[in-house]
């Protein structure tokens, strides 16, 4: 299957900080998702991003399918933005997560 | 906005009991996924619908079971628990192009 590899496995950051997280996957797909996942467990939608680059408030991300990655930017970061973040990526009906990021941001 | 409910948010069952995960979803998705979350092992694919009846295993589908009667709801069933399935259970539906929106998580604990 194909291995999807996200960078930094974990992060602290200042309130106020910018970050960028990085996922890298090993084989072409036709899908790519990003997720919130709160300390309640919940997954939260943030972007569906096969290619190119969207924006929603204080995040964006980008993926460049041809080079097998995506980014996802967090600017002004707050406490709430604190959890743990996964991309997840669709190819043939196979589906498969990162390892996350995890986030700590500190007031 | 889509909605996914699971049956349970905490559950606690004895070794060799069945247990029956429900998860429902109000946006008329034909796919539906279960996952089980694990520490150090991420999210992996138990059993992924793709219709009513249809089923396809995932990359973990030993020990269980699926029941899609309806297109809004899907089962994960337990045969005969054992403490290894203790894990966090999230269910996702998804629209045809795979965009997955995911439930609350149900927290099994096997004693």
């Known amino acids: 299957g194909i291995q999807v590899e996200q960078s930094p496995p974990d992060l602290i950051l200042q309130e106020g900080a910018n970050s960028t997280l990085r996922c890298n996957f090993s084989d072409s797909v036709n899908n790519l998702q990003w997720f919130h996942q709160n300390p309640w467990g919940q997954l939260i939608n943030l972007f569906y991003i096969p290619s190119g680059t969207k924006q929603n408030g204080r995040l964006s991300a980008t993926t460049v399918a041809t080079e097998r990655y995506s980014l996802l930017y967090i600017s002004s970061s707050q406490t709430t933005d604190s959890g743990v973040y996964f991309c997840?990526?669709?190819?043939?009906?196979?589906?498969?997560f990162g390892t996350g990021t995890s986030l700590t941001v500190i007031p | 906005d889509v909605k996914v409910t699971q049956s349970s948010r905490y559950l606690v069952k004895r070794t060799g009991e069945k247990v029956f995960l429900e998860c429902v979803q109000d946006m008329d998705h034909e796919n539906m996924f279960w996952y089980r979350q694990d520490p150090g092992l991420g999210l992996r694919l138990i059993y992924f619908s793709y219709d009513v009846k249809m089923k396809e295993k995932g990359d973990i589908p030993e020990g269980y079971s699926v029941s899609r009667e309806k297109k809004e709801r899907f089962s994960l069933i337990l045969e005969s628990a054992s403490t290894n399935q203790t894990s966090m259970y999230l269910c996702?539906?998804?629209?045809?192009?795979?965009?997955?929106?995911f439930g609350p998580g149900t927290r099994l604990t096997v004693t």
């Open positions: 997840a990526v669709e190819t043939g009906n196979q589906f498969y």
């Open positions: 996702a539906s998804s629209t045809r192009r795979y965009e997955q929106y």
